[in-house]
T-cell receptor, first 114, second 116 residues
Framework: GDSVTQTEGPVTLSEGTSLTVNCSYE??????LFWYVQYPGEGPQLLFK?????EKGSNRGFEATYNKEATSFHLQKASVQESDSAVYYC?????????????FGIGTRVLVRP | EAAVTQSPRNKVAVTGGKVTLSCNQT?????MYWYRQDTGHGLRLIHY?????STEKGDIPDGYKASRPSQENFSLILELATPSQTSVYFC??????WGGGQNTLYFGAGTRLSVL
């Protein structure tokens, strides 16, 4: 079945430094890839999604490129802020008739110190 | 504003008791989902539904039932709760698949369940 592997957290860094959260996936389908972000006390919310290989998604300074050859979708931000402290989930959706389900990674907790 | 609302937000149950978690969505989405969130496992799919009257098993359905009486409402039922079901549960809604790719899921704020 589908699977997603991502950086184990917590990842602790200082404001103004760069962030990379690695994500790799396995699937036999042609998935859409997602990054979700979850703040304390809230449900996950979409950061951005990319439906096609070799395209890039971005939002709020975060970006990731759908690399089909490497089966990767790494999340990057050049300069983090304290408000970026959250749990980040990489996910894939099969996009076929099999229920429109999302398969999530384990989540990566990111702590940004001022 | 379109939303996914879960109730209760917190629940303490006894082992062997029955627990019902409720979810209501105003997004007018066909599909609804129940996930549980555990450290080291991320979000795992329990049950989902394509529309009123339909329920499907997800990846970890054992010990859970689901009910979709209407487009807006989707419940998760633990007939005989066990301590291993202590977790945070999230409901989500989403549109049916379209040709351009997988649609986004929209999540509620979660229900924290403790089974003692």
């Amino acid at each position: 079945g589908d699977s997603v592997t991502q950086t184990e957290g917590p990842v602790t860094l200082s404001e103004g430094t760069s962030l990379t959260v690695n994500c790799s996936y396995e699937t036999k389908q042609y998935p859409t890839l997602f990054w979700y972000v979850q703040y304390p006390g809230e449900g996950p919310q979409l950061l951005f999604k990319v439906p096609k290989a070799n395209e890039k998604g971005s939002n709020r300074g975060f970006e990731a490129t759908y690399n089909k050859e490497a089966t990767s979708f790494h999340l990057q931000k050049a300069s983090v802020q304290e408000s970026d402290s959250a749990v980040y989930y990489c996910a894939l959706g099969g996009g076929n008739s099999a229920g429109n389900k999302l398969t999530f990674g384990i989540g990566t907790r990111v702590l940004v110190r001022p | 504003e379109a939303a996914v609302t879960q109730s209760p937000r917190n629940k303490v149950a006894v082992t062997g008791g029955k627990v019902t978690l409720s979810c209501n969505q105003t997004n007018n989405h066909n599909n609804m989902y129940w996930y549980r969130q555990d450290t080291g496992h991320g979000l795992r799919l329990i049950h989902y539904s394509y529309g009123a009257g339909s329920t499907e098993k997800g990846d970890i359905p054992d010990g859970y039932k689901a009910s979709r009486p209407s487009q807006e409402n989707f419940s998760l039922i633990l007939e005989l709760a066990t301590p291993s079901q202590t977790s945070v549960y999230f409901c989500a809604s989403g549109d049916a698949y379209w040709g351009g790719g997988q649609n986004t899921l929209y999540f509620g704020a979660g229900t924290r369940l403790s089974v003692l």
